[in-house]
């Protein structure tokens, strides 16, 4: 009898705890079932969501678990795990949260393909999946989605084509799919998108023509195709996107003339049309664009002048127009585009004098206009602009002296007139005033002595005088630089003799051949240990070689030929194979001389 009782009351309690575990189960509502299955799918979860993400009989929904939102009547309508650091598949039973509007699993590990199924999440509003790892096509199931305002799929590794079906959701607003491996055609359907705003497909592989339906998106504001493998021409509905703020091109393979500039674009931002393959010239209409703030075409294959309707930009503080095939001279109108803290001419084929009316340009920080045909002297009123910080205009015509006013250049970093014909002394007070980085002057007539100040703000990397007539002896606040990495005073008639360069640490090549520098090899050159090139040929130089040469181990090129150098060539320099090239001919040593090897052209190469 008594174990009939027991019997009994054990069997009751298993019905009891079995009825509890059945309750628990079916008391958590069809959402949250179907988020513990999406569960099973993840890898890696934040602690966040393996606290909350779990069967709890006093819960009935999981509004209150991590990253969800519910209405009112407690299903979920936001899944929200941006930057959770979630790694695994995105389950197909996401399709089941009927009432979901916003997925965002943007920034994660998430891999494998997006789910179909997300096509049934009839509700949806906004889409992130961005930044992930995500492969596979992109679902044309989400065609169906027709309250669907954001579309972020960017920064994953999707193939395929790109729905046709995406362009016929009537709410689509947003749309990137930028950083991917797409390929094929830009859908021509492309002007359904009548609500479209931004539309970013580039860093991808799209190619053929960009579709003329494109300007029947009359709201979109922002297009960015660069670097992709699009062809054909420009089409001309572009002029019809009055709304167009930002429209970028570059790193495809257009080409065709440029019909671009219309009244219509007068909202528009930045133009970046770059490394294409156009015919023809700058279009005058964009002259119209009256809020450009960026005009950016390089190697575009552009030729003819720059129009001059330029200058009616006000607003333009970038135009970019380097390496194409533009000639004749810059228009005195440029000067009008008072706004412009860059302008950038290099490598066009550009002549005749520099229009002093870009003495205008009161903001302008960086010019740059080096190989071109300019000649003349630069007016005066170029040498006054305060705010210069860059001024390279290195392999042109130039001629004339330097004058007194590039010596109050505050903001002065970088000066490059390499490769010209300026003449006369360089300004005594240059440096003073000023923090200068990069000084480059090769291969110009200058004359006179090395201005004592160039380093005066201890940031000068690169200090090029050599190809000149200078005379005088190297200024030691100049060879004390500490922050010098290139010193090339070389073919000049610089004498005396050379100085220490202990405190030289960053130096890296050293070019002073062809002076008249007389004297010992300075033994401070062995403490900078960074030097790859040492030239010191064709001086009057005299004693032995520093024995400290031989620790610096970086160094590949050391000529010291043609001098009056004596006494033994230290051991290490017979035995260094990684000494490139070595040069001592032309000397007085003693004991046995190692014969040269490598040449003049590797010296120029570093």
């Known amino acids: 009898m008594k174990n009939l009782v027991l019997f009994e009351t054990t069997l009751f309690l298993f019905c009891l705890v079995v009825s509890t575990r059945i309750v628990s189960i079916s008391c958590l509502n069809s959402d949250g079932l179907s988020l513990l299955s999406l569960r099973k799918h993840l890898d890696k979860v934040p602690p966040e969501l393996t606290s909350t993400w779990k069967l709890n009989p006093s819960e009935a929904t999981p509004c209150k678990w991590f990253g969800i939102t519910c209405d009112g009547s407690k299903k979920v309508t936001s899944l929200n795990l941006t930057g959770s650091g979630v790694s695994g598949q995105l389950g197909p039973e996401v399709g089941q949260l009927k009432s979901l509007e916003i997925l965002d699993v943007s920034s994660n590990n998430l891999s494998g393909i997006i789910p179909s199924s997300l096509g049934s999440c009839s509700s949806l509003v906004y889409i992130d999946v961005s930044e992930n790892r995500f492969s596979g096509k992109i679902p044309d199931t989400l065609g169906s989605l027709k309250s669907l305002a954001d579309l972020y799929l960017y920064s994953n590794s999707l193939t395929g084509e790109l729905p046709k079906s995406l362009f016929q959701i009537p709410a689509l607003n947003y749309l990137h799919v930028e950083h991917n491996n797409l390929t094929g055609l830009i859908p021509q359907n492309v002007g359904e998108a009548k609500e479209i705003l931004e539309l970013r497909l580039f860093d991808n592989q799209f190619s053929g023509n960009i579709p003329e339906s494109i300007g029947n998106c009359s709201k979109l504001e922002i297009l960015y195709l660069h670097k992709n493998k699009l062809v054909g021409s420009l089409p001309a509905s572009l002029n019809l996107l009055e709304n167009l703020t930002d429209l970028f091109v570059a790193n495809n393979s257009l080409s065709g003339t440029v019909r671009f500039g219309s009244t219509k674009c007068r909202k528009l931002v930045t133009l970046d049309l770059s490394y294409n393959q156009f015919q023809g010239g700058v279009p005058p209409e964009l002259g119209n664009c009256s809020s450009l703030d960026a005009l950016v075409i390089i190697k575009g294959n552009l030729s003819g002048t720059i129009p001059s309707s330029l200058g009616m930009l006000k607003n333009l503080t970038v135009l970019n127009l380097s390496e194409n095939l533009l000639s004749e001279s810059i228009p005195a109108e440029i000067g009008d585009c008072t706004s412009l803290s860059t302008l950038k001419l290099n490598n066009n084929q550009l002549g005749g004098e520099l229009p002093s009316a870009l003495g205008k340009l009161q903001k302008l920080e960086s010019l740059e206009l080096f190989e071109n045909r300019f000649s003349g002297e630069i007016p005066i009123e170029i040498w006054k602009i305060q705010s210069l910080t860059q001024f390279l205009v290195y392999k042109n015509n130039l001629s004339r002296k330097l004058p007194v006013e590039i010596t109050k250049l505050k903001n002065l970093r970088i000066v490059t007139i390499f490769n010209n014909s300026f003449s006369g002394v360089i ?180």
């Open 427 to 606: 300004p005594p007070g240059l440096g003073l005033n000023s923090n200068l980085e990069i000084l480059d002057f090769i291969g110009n007539n200058l004359t006179g002595e090395i201005p004592p100040n160039l380093c005066h703000g201890n940031k000068l990397t690169v200090f090029n005088l050599g190809s000149n007539r200078l005379h005088g002896n190297i200024p030691a606040s100049v060879a004390q630089c500490k922050s010098l990495s290139r010193f090339i005073l070389g073919d000049n008639n610089l004498s005396g003799p050379l100085p220490e360069f202990s405190r030289n640490q960053d130096l890296s090549f050293l070019d002073l051949n062809s002076n008249n520098f007389e004297g010992p090899i300075p033994s401070g050159l062995g403490s900078c240990r960074k030097l790859k090139a040492i030239n010191l040929s064709r001086n009057k130089l005299t004693g032995a070689i520093p024995p400290v040469l031989g620790n610096l181990q970086k160094l590949r090129y050391l000529n010291l030929g043609v001098n009056s150098l004596t006494g033994l060539v230290p051991p290490k320099f017979i035995k260094w194979k990684e000494l490139t090239t070595l040069i001592l001919s032309g000397n007085r040593f003693s004991g046995f001389v190692p014969p040269d090897r490598g040449s003049q052209r590797k010296r120029k190469q570093q």
